[in-house]
């Protein structure tokens, strides 16, 4: 019988199958160190703590690539070419579309699977993540608090010292704006960037006239688009991940210390870029309409 009546796909002979001494797929992965990171703490291993390593590695994955894209935005930005961040931007978006999404396989998890191993993760918390606090420092959210659980890990707390005393993406921004001849006030071209982000009325009215007249501040125009989009995209993954958090453990104390949902909560107050919001509510109709 031929291998396509047994509905078999017949191996083509330029198929490379002597791989001895040869370069394959799991030594340029690094499979046996990716896959052999998934172990349980739970005696015997419960079947759901495999999903929820999963989903952590996965998502910690996702955020490597985030902060390696996001600081190509920041030297692109930093050197004026907005056009080439543009096309990482995209890129971004697509990141963050996939850790949205990804909280749907984590809430097929229910709230006696999880409490039956909860309690084999000690104080260990997403607080402690330090990928995503890098993150948050590259979107601007600074808080040296923050950089409390790192204090023993001498690499990683140096790293996020770094980040938090840099400028974050919209400080570059707004000091690209400053060069091309924008009216940014001093203050918000050189400043402690350790301290958080004070927004400013006439950083909103340079984005005013931005927004009021965008055949002329084309690029500008679209790096503020861009800044919204991974914004909402980023409080989106935040309320997510409250709500996961809300449908799995209700509003019991996390296992990092702090009150839970109460304290994810407060996080979606948070603006990274809030005169790009700001300027919305300013806008007037045009006076003559735009467009081709
Ligand atoms: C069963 C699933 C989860 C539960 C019950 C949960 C619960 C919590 C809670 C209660 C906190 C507040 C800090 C604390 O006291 O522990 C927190 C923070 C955090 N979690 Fe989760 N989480 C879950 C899944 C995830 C996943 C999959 C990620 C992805 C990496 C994640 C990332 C984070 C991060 C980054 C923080 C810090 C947020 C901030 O500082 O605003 N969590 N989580
Ligand atoms: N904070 C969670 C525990 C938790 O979710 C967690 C524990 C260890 C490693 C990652 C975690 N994920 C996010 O917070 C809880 O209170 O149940």
């Known amino acids: 019988m031929s291998a396509r009546a047994m509905n078999k796909r017949d191996l083509e002979p330029g198929i490379v199958t002597d791989l001895a001494g040869r ?3 799991g030594d340029y992965l690094q499979l046996d160190r990716l896959l052999s990171a998934q172990v349980p703490r739970s005696q015997p291993p419960h079947h759901d703590e495999l999903l929820f390593i999963v989903q952590h590695q996965t998502s910690e994955l996702w955020m ?36 949205f999404e990804q909280w749907s396989v984590l809430e097929t998890l229910t709230p006696n699977e999880y409490l039956e191993f909860r309690d084999t993760l000690g104080h260990a918390s997403g607080f402690q993540s330090f990928q995503y606090r890098a993150l948050e420092f590259l979107l601007g959210n600074k808080d040296d608090a923050a950089l409390g659980p790192f ?13 938090l005393e840099s400028p974050g993406i919209y400080d570059e921004f707004l000091r690209h704006l400053a060069r091309m001849g924008h009216d940014i006030p001093r203050s918000h071209v050189e400043r402690d960037w350790r301290q958080p982000y004070e927004r400013s009325p006439q950083v909103m009215e340079v984005f005013r006239r931005i927004y ?9 125009y679209e790096m503020c688009e861009k800044l919204v989009d991974t914004e909402e995209r980023f409080q ?20 990092g210390g702090s009150s839970g949902v109460g304290f ?29």
């Open 23 to 25: 370069t394959t797929y």
């Open 64 to 99: 490597k690539l985030l902060i390696h894209e996001l600081s190509a935005c920041i030297r692109y930005i930093q050197a004026d070419r907005l056009e080439p961040s543009f096309k990482i931007f995209a890129r971004v978006a697509h990141i963050q579309r996939m850790l």
């Open 151 to 163: 204090k023993h890990v001498q690499g990683v707390h140096a790293e996020l010292e770094r980040l």
């Open 212 to 220: 009021e007249d965008t055949e002329k501040h084309w690029d500008a």
């Open 236 to 255: 989106l993954w935040r309320y997510r991940h409250m709500m996961t958090v809300m449908r799995i453990i209700g509003f019991k104390q996390g296992t």
């Open 264 to 292: 994810l909560r407060k996080a979606l107050d948070l603006r990274f870029f809030p005169e790009l919001w700001d300027v919305r509510t300013a806008l007037t109709p045009p006076a003559k309409p735009r467009g081709v």
